[in-house]
């Protein structure tokens, strides 16, 4: 059976700890490319917060939930108002080496960007076929150490966008 063609739109998630460190995790398929969580949506109707969610717990193995300002969390889980929709977003060109996962003729993706706030040591559980290794760097090491200019861009921004929590 043939695996659906990827939707060109896209989330990407800077996972980042109250002192502004952000977890970097390495691609499997690309050793040595460093990244934040990324990920296309499932269906042309999921809402992109719902996508973010996803791609976080299949990356990370963090659960972002929906709960009551007291509850008490798992230790591999943050509270969903965590999350951010940072009302930014990028066109870009798929890399060559990965358009072979869109249908012919999809060259361009669209990519919204969301924060996700975490304590400095949640638990990191990788999916084993997507990533190989985790790293937590200072925001602007971080964003050094990216291969993709958006996801650089996106980290450099992060300061302005971290909010009261």
């Not at 659906?4 to 700890?17: Q, R, T």
């Not at 996803?54 to 108002?81: N, S």
């Not at 798929?94 to 400095?120: C, D, M």
């Not at 990788?126 to 090491?141: I, S």
């Given at each position: 059976?043939?695996?659906?063609?990827?939707?060109?739109?896209?989330?990407?998630?800077?996972?980042?700890?109250?002192?502004?460190?952000?977890?970097?995790?390495?691609r499997?398929?690309?050793?040595?490319?460093?990244?934040?969580?990324?990920?296309?949506?499932?269906?042309l109707?999921?809402?992109?917060?719902?996508?973010?969610?996803?791609?976080?717990?299949?990356?990370?193995?963090?659960?972002?939930?929906?709960?009551?300002?007291?509850?008490?969390?798992?230790?591999?889980?943050?509270?969903?108002?965590?999350l951010?929709?940072?009302?930014?977003?990028?066109?870009?060109e798929?890399?060559?080496?990965?358009?072979?996962?869109?249908?012919?003729?999809?060259?361009?993706?669209?990519?919204?960007?969301?924060?996700?706030?975490?304590?400095?040591d949640?638990?990191?559980t990788?999916?084993?076929?997507?990533?190989?290794?985790?790293?937590?760097?200072?925001?602007?090491?971080a964003?050094?150490?990216?291969?993709?200019?958006?996801?650089?861009?996106?980290?450099?921004?992060?300061?302005?966008?971290?909010?009261?929590?």
């Open positions: 059976m043939n695996k659906p063609f990827k939707i060109p739109e896209s989330v990407l998630v800077v996972i980042y700890s109250p002192a502004l460190d952000v977890l970097l995790i390495e499997a398929d690309k050793p040595g490319y460093w990244q934040s969580v990324t990920g296309s949506k499932d269906a109707d999921e809402p992109l917060p719902q996508t973010a969610r996803r791609e976080v717990f299949e990356e990370t193995g963090i659960r972002v939930v929906e709960c009551p300002p007291d509850a008490t969390l798992k230790p591999t889980e943050v509270a969903l108002d965590n951010r929709d940072w009302q930014l977003s990028n066109v870009y798929i890399y060559p080496v990965w358009r072979h996962r869109y249908a012919p003729g999809v060259t361009r993706n669209v990519e919204h960007v969301f924060g996700l706030q975490v304590p400095r949640i638990p990191i990788l999916a084993p076929r997507e990533h190989l290794n985790h790293m937590w760097l200072p925001y602007r090491a964003a050094d150490h990216c291969f993709s200019p958006s996801n650089a861009e996106a980290i450099l921004q992060l300061p302005r966008h971290v909010c009261s929590y």
